[in-house]
């Protein structure tokens, strides 16, 4: 795999990404046309007709996050033209119950709502809350929200916006495709990871894995998908979208941290990378189990430990680009984009940034991208150490072969042969060869033609015997076969094969052989055996060589 050539790739992904994130149509072209609001703290026992009729006191220029927790009204006072039948579309954050009144332009007054246990039926995909508009005779000329319970960590009424049931339709046909490929691909990579880990066992997997199943976990809760399909108090849903981004984060670092070398966590790093986890699961806990008391504080804590680990990455980020690795370098630029659109969350949390729709639902798409990038590089380190594994396998399998071979004819080696033939408890023939003459045949064709005869005797020798017998060179020029028994003239092919051999320089060679039948389950049944075959290969020399004899019988 060609390391530039990915890095090429997922850089053209990454711009791609972020093009789409600053080109991307408004929300308007999906989900309706935008309403300016304005807010003022609600007072005890006012009612929303009176509000309407004399709206004082509302302020249509600060930010809504410089107010603080408490009971709000929300005044859209100038609207579009309204078709009956429209929607009213605005985020879902943290609040006990929102009221939408309705003023007509004939007076009236109709309103509609939720509370945070019953929330889920009016939650779109995307956390978005649906209002249809009660139906009137008369056009709706006013909105207003009383809002009641509201932390305001990000806003009491995010994002209003009027759509009509056509545009409606669009926009969660829109985002369940998104999230449909966001779930689709977590599982596909949880799956095939899962497989991996449990074959290669790497120490890596289990935090990649967990950390993938916690991002898909999120993806359905932070939709709104989960409490669409469990009813769920959307407040409690909101606690557990915290809980879930900060186990996501935690999991990934504890992956990089096994990921890579020891030395890219070496140091002050390593210490802050824990640092900076443990206050991300403490603040989170915090968050969740305390919330709404003390919220800006809560929130901010929290906020200031994601931006901290965002923070952290920078170094880890850089360690990791100059390991020098091509597939360090690619996990170092996937990670690189989740951590840009980090620290866009991070600044809209601040309040430096304004809510926006498409940063909110472009922090999945990168960190599905982020995880894809993940998984080809564990794909291309594992492919590495399967590389380096079979090599190693490849090494050790030729060291044992030399280690049981003959280095000049291939045959097994005295040794090897040995632990092949003893415990063999059938009736065995064994066949001992011997060159004739053979320090006349060094002295005639030198070192280099002898060792050539040696290497055309054993080719003599394996095309003669059967494919199961064991054929092993056991001294200088001295071969032994072993087979089992009821093959009597195989000692007598053995000779012919050798006579018939052509030798270097046309040099007639020739060989004695002992041969003896006998079982070897034990060493001391092959001494024995040994002996006896030795005997006759020794009866076969005195007798003028080149011929074959058998053990005497005992």
């Known amino acids: 795999m060609d390391g530039g050539k990915v890095i090429r790739w997922i ?7 972020a093009a789409w994130v600053a080109l991307a149509p408004p929300a308007a072209a999906l989900a309706g046309t935008p309403l300016a609001t304005c807010f003022r703290r609600a007072l005890p026992d006012e009612r929303a007709a009176a509000v309407l009729d004399d709206p004082r006191g509302f302020d249509c220029t600060s930010d809504q996050r410089s107010a603080g927790p408490g009971d709000y009204w929300v005044l859209a006072p100038r609207l579009p033209s309204i078709a009956r039948g429209s929607l009213i579309r605005f985020a879902s954050v943290w609040q ?15 309103a509609t709502g939720f509370t945070s246990a019953n929330a889920w039926q009016r939650l779109k995909l995307g956390a978005v809350f649906e209002l249809a508009l009660p139906d009137h005779a008369a056009a709706p000329v006013a909105l207003l929200w009383h809002v009641r319970g509201a932390p305001v960590t990000r806003g009491i009424v995010i994002d209003p916006r009027v759509a009509t049931p056509a545009q409606s339709t669009r926009m969660e046909v829109a985002m369940a495709a998104f999230y449909a490929a966001f779930a689709g691909l977590c599982v596909a990579l949880l799956m095939s990871n899962l497989a991996l880990g449990a074959a290669l066992r790497q120490r890596f997997h289990p935090p990649y894995c967990a950390m993938v ?16 399909l469990t009813g769920m108090d959307n407040n409690l849903r909101l606690r557990l979208n915290t809980a879930l981004l900060a186990l996501a984060l935690s999991f990934a670092i504890l992956f990089a941290r096994r990921f890579f070398h020891p030395r890219v966590f070496a140091g002050w790093v390593g210490r802050t990378a ?7 699961l403490v603040t989170a806990t915090l968050y969740c189990t305390l919330m709404p ?4 504080w809560l929130d901010a804590a929290l906020t200031a430990s994601f931006a901290a680990v965002a923070a952290l990455a920078l170094p880890l980020l850089w360690r990791g680009w100059r390991a020098d690795t091509p597939h360090a370098r690619v996990f170092m630029l996937a990670w690189g984009t989740p951590l840009a659109f980090a620290g866009l969350r991070i600044a809209q949390a601040a309040g430096l ?3 926006n729709f498409f940063i909110d639902n472009s922090t999945l798409l990168a960190m599905a991208l982020e995880a894809s990038c993940s998984a080809l590089v564990i794909a291309w380190r594992i492919k590495l150490v399967v590389e380096e594994r079979d090599a190693a396998r490849e090494q050790e399998m030729l060291a044992r072969l030399l280690a049981d071979s003959d280095p000049l004819t291939g045959l097994m080696n005295r040794r090897s042969f040995l632990r092949e033939a003893i415990g063999r408890a059938e009736p065995q023939l064994l066949v001992l060869i011997d060159i004739d003459h053979f320090k006349q045949v060094n002295d005639t064709l030198g070192h280099d033609g002898g060792d050539e005869v040696l290497r055309v005797f054993a080719r003599a020798l394996l095309a003669v015997v059967p494919d199961d017998a064991l054929v092993a060179r056991v001294g200088g020029e001295e071969f032994a076969v072993l087979t089992g028994a009821g093959r009597d003239d195989l000692p007598d092919q053995i000779l012919d094969a050798v006579r018939a051999a052509r030798m270097p320089f046309d040099l007639a060679v020739t060989a004695s052989l002992g041969s003896e039948r006998g079982t070897i389950a034990t060493e001391a049944e092959w001494k024995r ?12 020399k005195t007798a003028g060589r080149d011929r074959v004899r058998w053990a005497a019988a005992a």
């Open 11 to 17: 850089a053209r992904a990454l711009a791609l990404l």
């Open 96 to 110: 006990d119950a929102a009221t939408l009144h309705v003023r007509y332009a004939d007076g009236a007054t109709r």
């Open 213 to 228: 199943l916690c991002l898909l976990a999120y993806g359905v809760s932070s939709s709104g998908l989960l409490g669409q």
């Open 274 to 280: 824990t640092l900076s986890v443990g206050a991300v």
């Open 293 to 296: 008391w003390a919220s800006h």
């Open 353 to 355: 940034v304004r809510w």
């Open 529 to 540: 055996l040994y002996r006896r075959a030795d005997d006759a290969l020794y009866a076969a």
